[in-house]
T-cell receptor, first 116, second 120 residues
Framework: AQSVTQLDSQVPVFEEAPVELRCNYS??????LFWYVQYPNQGLQLLLK??????LVKGINGFEAEFNKSQTSFHLRKPSVHISDTAEYFC??????????????FGTGTRLLVSP | DTGVSQDPRHKITKRGQNVTFRCDPI?????LYWYRQTLGQGPEFLTY????????KSRLLSDRFSAERPKGSFSTLEIQRTEQGDSAMYLC??????????????????FGPGTRLTVL
């Protein structure tokens, strides 16, 4: 089974400052990793994903994340945040398969609060 | 708009009533998922369809819950005899399978806006 830990439930930051949202995962098999963003009363939007290859992945809205297999981490970063980045961010994992069913296992989320 | 749609967006009901939610996936996607998200938590998997077949069900899906996808297109999720603990956001997602060059496969899930259920 897979599990995801997001240790920070809330991260306050000032506009134009850098931010890192932490994600650690646990799995006995190889996985794919994702970050989703959720704005109030909306569904989830995919920010970026790690499938294979380069451990540094770039996503939408200037976000990037780095996969670290030895530390089982997939931290999300942005060099300069905007007010509009205020939202809930979820890290998720799914097992790597040749075929068949893949469900997403989510962390509990990190609320990013950007203030002027 | 060709994204995943869900109806209704909000539902308020009294304890003991039955409710039904609908999900319309992206048309070319043959895989459909339901998740439940309670306040302050991440989404949790409920059930999965491939075409019209319900292939996976979570232990979270008690016998009061039933899901269908009769023609492999839209899906419904019904909750009978609702309880206050059923209050949550119910999210639907759809995907299709992509084969990667490594030989493994991948399903990118596209989420709908969700149905927020409040049980009084």
């Amino acid at each position: 089974a897979q599990s995801v830990t997001q240790l920070d439930s809330q991260v306050p930051v000032f506009e134009e400052a850098p931010v890192e949202l932490r994600c650690n995962y646990s799995s006995s098999v190889s996985v794919y990793l994702f970050w989703y963003v959720q704005y109030p009363n909306q569904g989830l939007q995919l920010l970026l994903k790690y499938l294979s290859g380069s451990t540094l992945v770039k996503g939408i809205n200037g976000f990037e994340a780095e996969f670290n297999k030895s530390q089982t981490s997939f931290h999300l970063r942005k060099p300069s945040v905007h007010i509009s980045d205020t939202a809930e961010y979820f890290c998720a994992v799914t097992r790597r398969l040749n075929t068949g069913f893949q469900k997403l296992v989510f962390g509990t989320g990190t609320r990013l609060l950007v203030s002027p | 708009d060709t994204g995943v749609s869900q109806d209704p967006r909000h539902k308020i009901t009294k304890r003991g009533q039955n409710v039904t939610f609908r999900c319309d996936p992206i048309s070319e996607h043959n895989r459909l998922y339901w998740y439940r998200q309670t306040l302050g938590q991440g989404p949790e998997f409920l059930t999965y369809f491939q075409n019209e077949a319900q292939l996976e069900k979570s232990r979270l899906l008690s016998d009061r819950f039933s899901a269908e996808r009769p023609k492999g297109s839209f899906s419904t999720l019904e909750i009978q005899r609702t309880e206050q603990g059923d209050s949550a956001m119910y999210l639907c997602a759809s995907s299709f399978q992509v084969k990667l060059t490594s030989g493994s496969s991948y399903n990118e899930q596209f989420f709908g806006p969700g149905t927020r259920l409040t049980v009084l």
